[in-house]
């Protein structure tokens, strides 16, 4: 069993930067994947970044250059630093633990990143 509580959003001009972050709880060590979606309003929740335990990283296309995700294991906290933000940007973010070896979702409340133009 996992939960995920994220932090960090908010609301920031276009072309600035925000760092949210998701702290696990329960058997991280069983975490494999630890990523972040989003979902705006009438839209279908997408990929914006996930990190295997072994650090390796996958970004959708639109955010690639701009936004890092990273994962601190002794923390149990993945983040995801967002710069050079843009208005299509705004959702809310959700963050994604796959646990165990049939990967089982997990997902975190959401926390709402806007950003205005």
């Known amino acids: 069993q996992v939960q995920l509580v994220e932090s960090g959003g908010g609301l920031v001009q276009a072309g600035g930067s925000l760092r949210v972050s998701c702290v696990a709880s329960g058997s991280f060590i069983s975490i494999s994947t630890m990523g972040w979606y989003r979902q705006a309003p009438g839209k279908q929740r997408e990929l914006v970044a996930e990190?295997?335990?072994?650090?390796?990283?996958n970004y959708a296309d639109s955010v690639k250059g701009r936004f890092t995700i990273s994962r601190d294991n002794a923390k149990n906290t993945v983040y995801l630093q967002m710069n050079g933000l843009k208005p299509e940007d705004t959702a809310v973010y959700y963050c994604n633990a796959k646990y165990g070896p049939m990967r089982l979702n997990y997902w975190g409340q959401g926390t709402q990143v806007t950003v205005s133009s």
């Open positions: 990190i295997t335990s072994f650090s390796s990283a």
